[in-house]
């Protein structure tokens, strides 16, 4: 009696974990850490490094939520394709692990607490800001042009740069340019973020019938549009260092050597543009690179490297000051 008992209670955990993982993987967590990486970008940028923990905590937190509602509703708009393609069969709506109406209850409930615990924790713009994430990303890029339009990527591609605006407004209760700017490059990243994606999963996509970029244009004019963005990014990137201000040369350093790997890779790829190892090589460093260029951010911010950051700065200026001095001197005097 007794092992059937604890036979029935481990049957039962066993199936509540099961529940639990298939609601997980509704919110598409791999791609919501990313996502958070750069809420927090912002918010230590924003604070220049003197972020209330709390504040980061909950912030985050309520930006998880909130990507997590997005994608739940993504993916019970998407049911009927997910079904065909075989890197999305298994997902929970079209193996059956989950119901529509509990999927949909699921997304609005996250929605629901993401905005009490960001205007409630952060404050009111935050909360708003994650909302429009979520009906941006859905009502624009799933519902309406991933099925429409080549260029889905590109528009539907700003509700993926929101959370930066998010932890921005969490922190200062306001957007500035800077703010601004980290919206402009991760808008400038997607796309050859997920184009590279695109020329691995052509055919799946070609199935289905949504018009990705190399489904309808080719592989060449893909990897051409990637190369194109790649090289845009670089400036975006730089655009917090001049005029802005706000990074300083170590942060200069590492995103210039980032971008000219990304514009590397990029090249490689128009070079073989049907080679899938190669694109997917960008796809990977396209992931990398963002992580590693929001690292960059926060330790530039760090109040510590503000001093080494100003004696870079000291040399440089002070080395060019010199050398058009050598040159003037040398020129006018000749
Ligand atoms: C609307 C714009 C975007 C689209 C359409 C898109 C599309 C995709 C797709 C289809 C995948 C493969 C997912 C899978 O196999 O389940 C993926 C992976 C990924 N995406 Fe994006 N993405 C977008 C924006 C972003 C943004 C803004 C971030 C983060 C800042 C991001 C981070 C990631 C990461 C980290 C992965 C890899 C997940 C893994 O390890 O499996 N994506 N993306
Ligand atoms: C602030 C806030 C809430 C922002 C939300 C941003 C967000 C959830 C971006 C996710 C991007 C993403 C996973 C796209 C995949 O879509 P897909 O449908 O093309 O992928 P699939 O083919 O794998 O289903």
């Not at 890029?141 to 700003?158: F, P």
């Not at 509700?159 to 340019?177: H, K, M, Y």
């Not at 990014?233 to 942060?251: E, F, K, N, R, S």
Request: hydrophobic residues 50%.
């Amino acid at each position: 009696m007794q092992e059937l008992i604890y036979a029935d209670v481990a049957r039962r955990n066993r199936n509540l974990y099961e529940a639990f993982q298939s609601y997980v993987q509704l919110t598409k967590p791999r791609i919501i850490v990313l996502l958070l990486i750069t809420t927090a970008g912002a918010m230590w940028i924003a604070s220049e490094g003197q972020v209330d923990a709390v504040l980061m905590l909950t912030t985050v937190l309520g930006g998880a939520l909130a990507a997590a509602s997005a994608n739940t509703i993504n993916c019970l708009y998407d049911r009927d394709i997910d079904y065909v393609m075989e890197r999305t069969r298994w997902r929970p709506l079209p193996s059956g692990r989950v119901s529509p109406r509990d999927a949909l209850i699921f997304a609005i409930a996250l929605a629901m607490i993401s905005f009490t615990l960001l205007t409630v924790c952060a404050n009111l713009l935050a909360a708003v800001l994650a909302m429009s994430g979520i009906a941006t990303y859905v009502g624009i890029y799933t519902c309406w042009l991933k099925r429409s339009s080549t260029q889905n990527i590109v528009i539907g591609g700003a509700a993926g740069a929101i959370p930066p605006l998010v932890g921005w407004a969490a922190v200062t209760g306001d957007l500035s340019w800077a703010a601004w700017i980290l919206f402009a490059i991760i808008f400038v990243w997607t796309p050859p973020h997920f184009w590279a994606l695109a020329l691995m999963i052509r055919d799946e996509y070609a199935k289905v019938g949504v018009p990705m970029l190399p489904v309808v244009e080719g592989d060449a004019a893909t990897a051409k549009q990637i190369l194109i963005y790649t090289i845009l990014l670089m400036p975006v990137t730089m655009l917090l260092v001049y005029p802005l201000h706000v990074m300083g040369a170590i942060y200069t350093a590492i995103a210039l050597y980032l971008g000219g790997v990304f514009i590397q890779k990029a090249y490689q790829l128009l070079q073989n543009p049907s080679d899938r190892q190669t694109a997917r090589s960008v796809f990977k460093y396209s992931i990398l690179y963002l992580a590693f260029l929001c690292i960059a951010m926060g330790v530039d911010s760090l109040p510590a490297t503000h001093i080494l950051n100003n004696q870079i700065t000291a040399y440089v200026t002070g080395s060019f000051s010199n050398l058009f001095g050598f040159l003037s001197s040398t020129y006018l005097n000749s």
